[in-house]
């Protein structure tokens, strides 16, 4: 099944700065990476996703980047603000033609005023 | 959008006792609901698959006679955990796929602490 490897488990910037969150997978055949978002004590919200057709995606200040060599996908925040920090998922399915998902340990971002 | 109604958001109740956790789609057929386990400052983690009007698939590791899943009709899931204790005390989220590949839409969650 897939493993779903996230670095680093927390990351603190200053507002106005970029973060970057890395994941790497083990399963080549994984085919969709979705990034989920969480503030404390609510629900995962999905912020970005990418399929394996296609390198990068962006939405305004978040973007996803995918490397399907190093089978390795980011996902980049720029010019951060205060209401960015939350806990943040990266997840890839845990098979071929599986819609179950394998998510990450999570990031703990905070961003400083 | 997709929207799943997760009833109650936080329960306690007393050891030895069940908890029936409700989930609803509001807007959309779900053909397969997701039951997520959440402990504190961790990850996600799968307990349960359920497909309306069939038996739900356990993972591994995850007592299918202490967490009983029913999923009757297309728009509600329910998680009944049966004779809780306090290590069964978690954040526990539905997630249901609205249909497209992957269409996930989680519920809003429930807070359990067995005391």
């Known amino acids: 099944g897939e493993n779903v490897e996230q670095h680093p488990s927390t990351l603190s910037v200053q507002e106005g700065d970029s973060a970057v969150i890395k994941c790497t997978y083990s399963?080549?055949?994984?085919?969709?990476f979705p990034w989920y978002k969480q503030e404390l004590g609510k629900r995962p919200q999905l912020i970005i996703d990418i399929r394996s057709n296609v390198g990068e995606k962006k939405d305004q200040r978040i973007a996803v980047t995918l490397n399907k060599t190093a089978k390795h996908f980011s996902l980049h925040i720029t010019e951060t603000q205060p209401e960015d920090s939350a806990v943040y998922f990266c997840a890839a399915p845990r098979a071929a033609n599986d819609y179950k998902l394998s998510f990450g340990a999570g990031t703990t971002v905070t961003v400083r005023a | 959008g997709a929207v799943v109604s997760q009833h109650p958001s936080w329960v306690i109740c007393k050891s030895g006792t069940s908890v029936k956790i409700e989930c609803r789609s509001l807007d959309f057929q779900a053909t397969t609901m997701f039951w997520y386990r959440q402990f504190p400052k961790q990850s996600l983690m799968l307990m349960a698959t359920?497909?309306?009007?069939?038996?739900?698939?356990?993972e591994q590791g995850v007592e299918k006679d202490k967490f009983l899943i029913n999923h009757a009709s297309l728009t509600l899931s329910t998680l009944t955990v049966t004779s809780a204790h306090p290590e069964d005390s978690s954040f526990y989220i539905c997630s249901a796929r609205a249909g497209t590949n992957y269409g996930y839409t989680f519920g809003s969650g429930t807070r359990l602490t067995v005391v």
């Open positions: 399963d080549s055949a994984s085919n969709y």
């Open positions: 359920s497909n309306e009007g069939s038996k739900a698939t356990y």
